[in-house]
């Protein structure tokens, strides 16, 4: 069983920049492909962004270019850099961690509005 804890969330206006981190409770971190995922209101969970324990990053096409995932395999602690924000970007956004299964973390609100 792994736990996620994201923090980092908030209210931003549009163009502004938020990291979201995420804690994995696990010694065998650089096992998991980490992921970020998203869900705005009326619609269904996404992908954003996934790193494999090496550091290969893919991005789903809307955030090319803006977010940045990163991940510390000391601190067992993945990031999500977001920049350019835009309103389309609002939803609650879940880290997780999968291996064999997929853990999922409490989600953390990112609201882009002026």
């Known amino acids: 069983q792994v736990q996620l804890m994201e923090s980092g969330g908030g209210l931003v206006q549009p163009g502004g920049s938020l990291r979201l981190s995420c804690k994995a409770s696990?010694?065998?971190?650089?096992?998991?492909?980490m992921g970020w995922y998203r869900q705005a209101p009326g619609k269904e969970r996404e992908l954003v962004a996934t790193?494999?324990?090496?550091?290969?990053?893919y991005y789903v096409g809307s955030v090319k270019g803006r977010f940045t995932i990163t991940r510390d395999n000391v601190a067992n602690t993945v990031f999500l850099q977001m920049n350019s924000l835009k309103p389309d970007d609002t939803a609650v956004y879940y880290c997780?961690?999968?291996?064999?299964?997929?853990?999922w973390g409490q989600g953390t609100q990112v609201t882009v509005s002026s």
């Open positions: 997780s961690a999968r291996r064999f299964v997929s853990y």
């Open positions: 696990t010694n065998i971190f650089n096992a998991y492909v």
């Open positions: 790193i494999s324990g090496g550091g290969s990053a």
